[in-house]
């Protein structure tokens, strides 16, 4: 995964991010940014891991009201636990990834929660039942962009051949 | 065999009709051709009466949009000032000297565009258009015409600032209640839809219904803006109960807030109701 891949899959779930919960209130309970991280870190290993949740969890930390750096330390922290996830197992299923993304969230709570204990400055609070639903939110959109990941380059794939196809056939004709 | 079927059937139909009149002068072929035409006419008539209809609507769609966006504004402008008509009313019926009212009132706001939501799910902010350039600094409080909404928190950019939601778990606002005066501290709970009241004493009667101001103490918001009304009261067995209210304002459908910031001298007086909103 190339640097600009990076910022463009972390771009775009911070702008869905921002944006989605102004048209649909459920999307105030998905942390798009910490899937794209997981994702960036299951398909690319951890050095890539790491550097999406450091961009990601920075980024996230400027458009929000926390303290700088809480989200880019989870995150990359994160980012790198997907990484190494995906070299030691098999994360290919859709299952399994929704799996790592729900853990990946009650480790990014924990994560989060506690240096904001650390530091002693105002932070979320950790509510067990919160975390749990952020999860699945989490782990939802996560098997929805595993199908997308994996039906989108076939379906293309297709098209493709569909259009050759049909170009032949016009000029045998 | 195909064509010359046809072909054959219309000549006899010609030769028929140059022969046959139907009324007095006027002949088959002449009527069954202006039929035609004029089927052909009233065709091209309702395609053009359509095309007509339609970019009638869209231009109609437009000109109804523009007045629902002007009427909109001016809503919103009547709501502002009723809003400031009831903090006016507040300080009066409190007794507040005319210099203190004036100066209580003497509000020039800035209008903003909310340009997006809070980056984690763990705090709830908004990041509005409006910044340094346009005198907002940290702790300007931040109303809309339904209520108040939070405070801008952090240094703002030139062009843009976050704005801390009132229903933020770390927010917190002096609050009373309007019907017996009681204080109390609103501040933001898990739940995105309601606040809590925290603070008010078991002795003051709670009634559901209830309309909960901001009192102006805690140096942020200006007194007598309506935050919600009172939706339960629990007593948990100490000095003082824990009041759930819901929330003037829907946090989740701002599109535009009006940011308060300092007057600017003389002007600010004009500009108490829409004079210093832009």
Redesign the interface.
């Known amino acids: 995964m190339t640097t600009p891949r990076i910022l463009a899959v972390v771009g775009a779930a911070l702008a869905a991010q921002t944006t989605a919960p102004r048209f649909l209130d459920a999307a105030a309970n998905v942390d798009l940014p910490l899937v794209a991280v997981v994702f960036a870190g299951l398909t690319g290993g951890p050095v890539v891991g790491l550097w999406t949740g450091t961009a990601g969890g920075l980024a996230q930390d400027l458009l929000s009201g926390g303290v700088l750096g809480v989200n880019g330390l989870a995150k990359s922290l994160i980012g790198t636990w997907a990484g190494w996830m995906s070299v030691q197992f098999i994360t290919f299923q859709a299952w399994r990834r929704a799996v790592i993304v729900g853990a990946a969230t009650l480790a990014n709570a924990a994560c989060v929660v506690g240096v904001y204990a650390l530091v002693s400055t105002p932070g979320p609070s950790a509510h067990l039942r919160g975390v749990a639903m952020q999860g699945s939110a989490n782990a939802s959109v996560g098997i929805v962009a595993t199908a997308v990941a994996r039906w989108a380059p076939v379906m293309q794939t297709r098209r493709r051949g569909r259009r050759g196809r049909a170009r032949f056939h016009r000029r045998t004709r | 065999m195909r064509l010359v079927l046809p072909a054959v059937l219309v000549g006899h139909i010609l030769l028929i009709s140059t022969q046959v009149g139907i009324r007095p002068g006027t002949t088959l072929l002449e009527s069954a051709v202006f039929g035609t035409l004029a089927g052909a006419q009233g065709l091209v008539d309702r395609a053009g009466a359509g095309i007509r209809d339609t970019v009638s609507m869209v231009v109609g769609l437009r000109e109804a949009q523009r007045e629902n966006e002007a009427l909109r504004a001016d809503y919103d402008a009547l709501r502002m000032r009723l809003q400031e008509q009831r903090a006016l009313t507040h300080r009066t019926t409190v007794l507040v000297g005319l210099r203190e009212l004036r100066r209580s009132l003497r509000w020039r706001t800035v209008s903003a565009r909310?340009i997006?939501?809070?980056?984690?799910?763990?705090?709830?902010?908004l990041?509005v258009d409006r910044g340094a350039s346009d005198d907002v600094q940290p702790d300007h409080a931040v109303l809309s015409p339904s209520g108040v909404v939070g405070r801008i928190?952090?240094p703002p950019s030139r062009s843009a600032a976050?704005v801390?939601l009132l229903n933020?778990?770390?927010a917190g606002a002096g609050a009373s209640i309007e019907r017996t005066g009681t204080t109390g501290v609103v501040a933001g709970t898990?739940e995105?839809s309601a606040l809590q009241m925290r603070y008010v004493s078991t002795a003051s009667p709670v009634v559901v219904g209830d309309v909960v101001l901001t009192t102006g103490d805690d140096g942020i918001y200006p007194p007598g803006l309506l935050i919600g009304t009172v939706a339960a009261a629990e007593h948990a067995g100490g000095p003082s109960q824990t009041i759930r209210i819901a929330p003037a304002v829907d946090f989740?459908?701002l599109q535009h807030v009006l940011i308060v910031v300092p007057a600017r001298g003389a002007e600010a007086d004009t500009s108490l109701i829409s004079g210093g909103s832009r």
């Open positions: 909310v997006g939501t809070d980056a984690t799910p763990y705090f709830r902010t990041t928190v952090g976050k801390q933020d778990r770390n898990d995105a989740s459908k």
